[in-house]
């Protein structure tokens, strides 16, 4: 009985092993796909949030034509890089603080699609071409004020011309942070002011040079981190931002 019992062991054990060894068989994700987000208009990346504002969406098509969609966070800058990808089709898109770039009727029937079909292999490299809801733009650079507060001026403008993505301006906000990644997502709320706008009120900062200046003293002997970022009332709100500019504080 015992002898029965060690042999039907034995079987069992090879039986696992040999289940993993064929798990094992199948090599890491080791594809790139980076590539950046940029505004049609200026050329320049379409300015975000870290880890939550822009993200590029996935759907591999090689296997099936009805894939789950895979999202790739894009970096503030407007920039992404993914390093842990399978090789294969994919149709690609952008999803952020910009005019759709796939879009549907009432039907559900697709009226756009800017989307790009790419064979992923080795290093791939995709750009895109957006419209962002809004274009924001330094005036000048940032001053340190003798009361220990920083002013910076800003100019915001439509970045698409389609009145259907031309909501209200919601809110136009002056963010600061200690260190590079500053944004709705990520603030210190001590010295950041914050303005919302109800109804219209917002759309007459539209073409305007504004004046924004933080709120408290910031401490000195140490580096702020700024940007203004301003949204509308479209769809799940998303913020546009400026790029980030540094202070220091003597």
Do not use: H
């Amino acid at each position: 009985m015992r002898k029965i019992i060690y042999t039907l062991a034995i079987c069992a054990v090879t039986l696992v092993g040999s289940s993993c060894s064929k798990l094992d068989d199948y090599a890491a994700p080791s594809e790139t796909l980076n590539g950046s987000v940029v505004d049609a208009g200026t050329g320049k990346t379409v300015q975000t949030e870290q880890g939550s504002g822009t993200r590029i969406k996935l759907l591999e098509i090689s296997w099936s034509n009805n894939p789950t969609p895979f999202y790739i966070a894009s970096m503030q800058d407007g920039t992404f890089n993914y390093t842990k990808l399978f090789a294969g089709k994919n149709v690609i898109s952008a999803e952020g603080p910009f005019v759709p770039m796939v879009q549907t009727d009432n039907t559900g029937k697709t009226i756009v699609d800017k989307s790009q079909t790419v064979d992923i292999k080795g290093t791939t490299t995709v750009n895109f071409s957006v419209e962002p809801f809004l274009r924001i733009e330094w005036v000048g650079e940032p001053v340190l004020n003798a009361d220990g507060t920083i002013t910076v001026q800003v100019k915001i403008n439509r970045g698409t011309n389609d009145p259907n993505f031309q909501q209200d301006v919601s809110d136009i906000n002056l963010y600061v942070n200690s260190n590079k990644f500053v944004g709705n997502n990520n603030f210190d709320d001590r010295y950041s002011p914050l303005t919302s706008y109800g109804g219209t009120d917002g759309n007459a900062k539209l073409g305007q040079t504004l004046t924004l200046t933080t709120k408290g003293v910031l401490p000195g002997q140490r580096q702020y981190f700024i940007r203004v970022g301003a949204r509308t009332n479209y769809g799940l709100k998303y913020y546009n931002y400026t790029d980030v500019k540094t202070v220091t504080a003597p």
